[in-house]
Structure formats: structure tokens, C-alpha cells
């Protein structure tokens, strides 16, 4: 992945905005009013030690039609039935633990039962680690973007 790919996405250019001089944006200074353009297309998902316990704690109405169901306040061990869940969830794991951005592609099934194929940026948000205090990736936010309906 490059920095074109990413500059696609109009929450990357946010993300990079609120990085300080370590480069590690915060939780706390991120605020999704600062780019109403996508919060239809949001999501942020709360870190934990293993991956199914991982919460989503936005997920934006784009989103919901997009995959048909609301996923607010749902764990990813919930969502276990989606086809690929670990080639789909995968990428949280890596982004928690080296900090980097991660950028899949997919694809769902519209309610009109055609493929739609998407992009996913998934960007990390730190803050105190809820076990040591340090500074640690603690949420992930993404911005979806269909590439074909």
C-alpha cells in the first residue's frame, strides 16, 4: 500500500492531520464532527486482547445498508458467521499491534442479492492501555468506500 491509496480516502488526510510529533493521532482528538462527508461511511471499533471481543462502537448508516444489519454495540465474535471472518477481521489484529494502517478489499451482498465490492481503510487511534496505562493502539476507525454497486 502507498500514500496514494490511502489519500482516496478523505478520513486519511483527517487521520494524518491529528498526528502529533510521535505520528500516534489520539482517541481523544479524534472528533468524526470534523468530516461530516463521511461519517455515513464510518465505523470505530473498540481494540481488546483477543480478536473476537473487539466492539464496534459506530457504524454508519451507509454501512448498515451497505451490509444490511446495524452492528453498533456488536463484538466481532458476534458477526462469526460472515463468510471469511478471519481473512476479514484480520487486519484489526495487525493495526492493533504494529500501529499501521490497514487497506482490504471486499466484497457483500446488496439487499437486491448482487455483489457489491468495497474498500476499507482502517486507521489506529491511541490512548492508555486499559491493563498498563501506556500508550497503546486502543480503537480503530475506518472509512468504506464501494468501488462498484
Known sequence: MTEADFGR??????????????????????????VPQILRFLSMVMCADRLEDFTISVWGSELIELFREERTGKSLGELQLIENWEGTFAGYLTIRDTGLPNLLTGRTVSSERKHVEYERLSLPLWGPAPDTGELAVTHIISQFRKISA
Open 9 to 34: 480516502f478523505d478520513l486519511y488526510a483527517y487521520w494524518t492531520s491529528l498526528s502529533d510529533k510521535t505520528g500516534k493521532p489520539l482517541k481523544t482528538d479524534f472528533d468524526p464532527i470534523e
